[in-house]
T-cell receptor, first 111, second 117 residues
Framework: EDKVVQSPLSLVVHEGDTVTLNCSYE??????LLWYKQEKKAPTFLFML????IEKKSGRLSSILDKKELFSILNITATQTGDSAIYLC???????????FGSGTKLNVKP | GAVVSQHPSWVICKSGTSVKIECRSL??????MFWYRQFPKQSLMLMAT?????????EQGVEKDKFLINHASLTLSTLTVTSAHPEDSSFYIC?????????????FGPGTRLTVL
């Protein structure tokens, strides 16, 4: 059965901390792994990872994919209260016509 | 960035009635739209994929006669929940993909909260 598992389910940190969010997957016909940030309603796109070992970076956020071990991590450095959200990991398969989502990691950054 | 809207944002209906949810891409043409449902504290579950002008592709376990999807134009897809029951109460989110490449980014709508009494 295809599945995407995220850990931890929730995380509470203080401003300035660095966090690492995990996503492991077992999906046939893997195409890419995507990270989204969901604050109140609509998820917003963060990264799409297709190749193993190549880090993608955007400001304080970075992510990398390991296709051999079937996982990805999302790092957030120097966290801010505005980073508080649910972070979703999704895997695209079937030529991007099927997406499997993890249950998300709820991040709470306290001042 | 590209904007996707949904209407209504929330709806309450009686059991047995039908509800239509609209998903619009406001500033781009969406060749493919996806419909998801999300239960509290659970992940997004893909219900169906719709391509403009053709029949939707439903995921296993999703009743196509109950969840009618129409993608009549490049900017509009609708999801109709027919004969709604309380167990259909959920958060329904659509996403739209622009561009001809399957790996083009998909943009999510704000979602519709459906409550069936």
């Amino acid at each position: 059965e295809d599945k995407v598992v995220q850990s931890p389910l929730s995380l509470v940190v203080h401003e300035g901390d660095t966090v690492t969010l995990n996503c492991s997957y077992e999906v046939t016909n893997f195409r890419s792994l995507l990270w989204y940030k969901q604050e109140k309603k609509a998820p917003t796109f963060l990264f799409m990872l297709t190749s193993s070992g190549i880090e993608k970076k955007s400001g304080r956020l970075s992510s990398i994919l390991d296709k051999k071990e079937l996982f990805s991590i999302l790092n957030i450095t120097a966290t801010q209260t505005g980073d508080s959200a649910i972070y979703l990991c999704a895997v695209a398969s079937r030529n991007f016509n099927k997406f499997y989502f993890g249950s998300g990691t709820k991040l709470n950054v306290k001042p | 960035g590209a904007v996707v809207s949904q209407h209504p944002s929330w709806v309450i209906c009686k059991s047995g009635t039908s509800v239509k949810i609209e998903c619009r891409s406001l500033d781009f043409q969406a060749t493919t739209m996806f419909w998801y449902r999300q239960f509290p504290k659970q992940s997004l579950m893909l219900m169906a994929t719709s391509n403009e002008g053709s029949k939707a592709t439903y995921e296993q376990g999703v009743e196509k006669d109950k969840f009618l999807i129409n993608h009549a134009s490049l900017t509009l897809s609708t999801l109709t929940v027919t004969s709604a029951h309380p167990e259909d109460s959920s958060f329904y989110i659509c996403s739209a993909r622009s561009g001809g490449s399957p790996s083009s980014e998909q943009f999510f709508g704000p979602g519709t909260r459906l409550t069936v009494l």
